[in-house]
């Protein structure tokens, strides 16, 4: 007996039209990691051909770009509350540990329910058990740990 493990009619004309998907993905995918790569290559590596006339001069390249990154450099225990950026390097320490067992609680919470789902009868096969609020309830873990190290650094910097 010949098994065919899910698929039916796998006819000459859906396979052409798979592969025909899975080239354009495998070109997008190409075409992300060769940008990703090419974001970390050194500015100014470019070697220009000598040319005997010249329509304009080329502009010097300045650093004016690295001079407005500030310095988040630190040798003490805990960073700056400038680390953590214009908005919560305001908030007190308090209110951010709240923030962070909100967020644990909706991911925990998230998690909980979708394990319940996946004990109902033929709710993994489907993929019924999966619901869109309960994925992005489960954001909450990262949240929760980001904002309790957050509160950490501002509890030491006394805020």
């Not at 923030?99 to 019924?128: I, K, N």
Request: glycine residues 8%; hydrophobic residues 45%.
């Amino acid at each position: 007996r010949k098994q065919d493990f899910g698929l039916v009619n796998f006819s000459p004309r859906i396979h052409f039209f798979q592969q025909a998907k899975m080239a354009k993905l495998s070109l997008v995918i190409v075409a992300l990691v060769l940008a990703a790569c090419s974001a970390f290559v050194p500015a100014g590596t470019k070697v220009n051909a000598p040319s005997s006339s010249v329509a304009f001069t080329p502009l010097k390249e300045s650093s004016f770009a690295l001079n407005m990154v500030e310095d988040m450099y630190w040798e003490d225990e805990y960073p700056p509350s400038k680390v953590l950026g214009p908005i919560m390097s305001k908030m007190p320490s308090g209110l951010l540990a709240i923030l962070s067992l909100v967020f644990l609680g909706m991911c925990g919470y998230s998690v909980f329910q979708s394990q319940l789902l996946t004990q109902e009868p033929g709710a993994v096969a489907d993929g019924s058990w999966v619901k869109w609020y309960y994925v992005l309830g489960s954001f909450g873990g990262p949240l929760a740990w980001g904002t309790h190290v957050a509160s950490w650094i501002q509890r030491k910097n006394g805020m």
